[in-house]
């Protein structure tokens, strides 16, 4: 038997069965991946309330640039500028799929939920496994890190069931 995770790449084009499309097969870590790639996405939201706390009024620029030409972006007259518009911290796209990943936490129980984010926190900070002995006092136990692991590992694959459709053909905890 094999393994389904391991199995379909993430780029595995969509399944044609009796005139039916079905979008790609998501394994355990392509969710995962787009789990982190959510939250890194949700960090590099601008502060909005730090933001009003520094606000500057640009009007005296604005007048002062007037007189040399159009105001831009990039200070004065556009076309004499050779400084490039600076692109913005996230695209549309970002954001679409940052709150559909988000969504798929909709699917589990909102404990799991919890656990969830704090894994997933912790490998959007960069490190390579999750220290579950670290997740005990956070989720109010005092022992168990390899029952979190398991909980966690059940709640990711019922996220991966229910965005693959829950099509028994298609469930990712078949081996």
């Not at 991946?33 to 009003?52: H, I, K, M, N, S």
């Amino acid at each position: 038997m094999t393994d389904n995770t391991t199995f379909y790449p993430p780029n595995y084009p969509p399944i044609v069965r009796e005139g039916q499309s079905y979008p790609p097969i998501l394994g355990f870590e392509d969710v995962e991946d787009r789990l982190v790639e959510a939250v890194r996405t949700c960090q590099r939201y601008p502060d909005r309330e730090r933001g009003w706390q520094r606000i500057r009024s640009a009007w005296p620029e604005i007048t002062r640039d007037v007189l040399a030409g159009d105001y831009d972006a990039r200070g004065g007259d556009g076309s004499s500028s050779d400084v490039a518009l600076r692109s913005a911290a996230m695209t549309r796209q970002d954001v679409a799929e940052m709150e559909e990943a988000f969504a798929w936490l909709d699917r589990v129980d909102p404990v799991d939920r919890k656990l969830i984010g704090l894994a997933i926190a912790q490998l959007a900070r960069g490190t390579r496994e999750v220290r579950w002995s670290k997740l005990l006092p956070v989720m109010g136990l005092t022992k168990g890190a390899d029952g979190l692991r398991m909980r966690y590992g059940r709640a990711i694959t019922a996220i991966c069931n229910a965005v693959n459709g829950g099509n028994p053909q298609r469930d990712v905890s078949m081996g």
